[in-house]
């Protein structure tokens, strides 16, 4: 499989809003559970929001209501809405499928200030 190509991270002031996007090469891409994940400096790898083929949507609870994950099957295409932004928002974030994920890209960077 491709690695997932995200994009639209970048620097924004606390309260702020980035939308990313993420494209997935998978032939199921339609039916693939896909989800956002979030790594900060010494941090371990987190699970920040997920959407089934379905379109039913998950979140952890510390984005709860901020942050929205969206697709677009017809672009095999991942969205993550991300507004109220925090510092503690900030890290790389990556997509994946969440079942026999494809090797991890090169993420896109997400820097919240105070």
């Known amino acids: 499989q491709v690695q997932p190509v995200e994009s639209g991270g970048g620097l924004v002031q606390a309260g702020g809003s980035l939308r990313l996007s993420c494209v997935a090469s998978l032939s199921a891409f339609s039916i693939t559970t896909m989800a956002w994940y979030r790594q900060a400096p010494g941090k371990q790898r987190e699970l920040v929001a997920h959407i089934t083929g379905g379109s039913r949507t998950g979140y952890t609870d510390s984005v709860q209501g901020r942050f929205t994950i969206s697709r677009d099957n017809a672009k095999n295409t991942v969205y993550l809405q991300m507004n109220s932004l925090q510092p503690d928002d900030t890290a790389v974030y990556y997509c994946?499928?969440?079942?026999?994920?494809?090797?991890w890209g090169q993420g896109t960077q997400v820097t919240v200030s105070s």
């Open positions: 994946n499928a969440v079942l026999y994920p494809a090797s």
